[in-house]
């Protein structure tokens, strides 16, 4: 349960889990970043191309 106490041997276990894993870095968050920049970039680039183009030089 959450309110019951731990012995330290499992604390120290879970410590150690959580040191690996920060230690790791924030290798998800700069794929969704990088998607989701690539994503933002695409529709720019789709709509500059399809329609500031298309539409010509103003006069």
Avoid: C
């Amino acid at each position: 349960m959450i309110n019951t106490d731990t012995p330290d041997g499992d604390t120290a276990v879970r410590d150690q889990k959580v040191d690996d894993i920060v230690a790791s870095g924030p290798s998800g968050a700069i794929v969704v970043a990088g998607i989701a920049t690539a994503v933002v970039i695409a529709m720019w680039l789709l709509f500059y191309f399809l329609v500031f183009l298309p539409r010509g030089a103003m006069p």
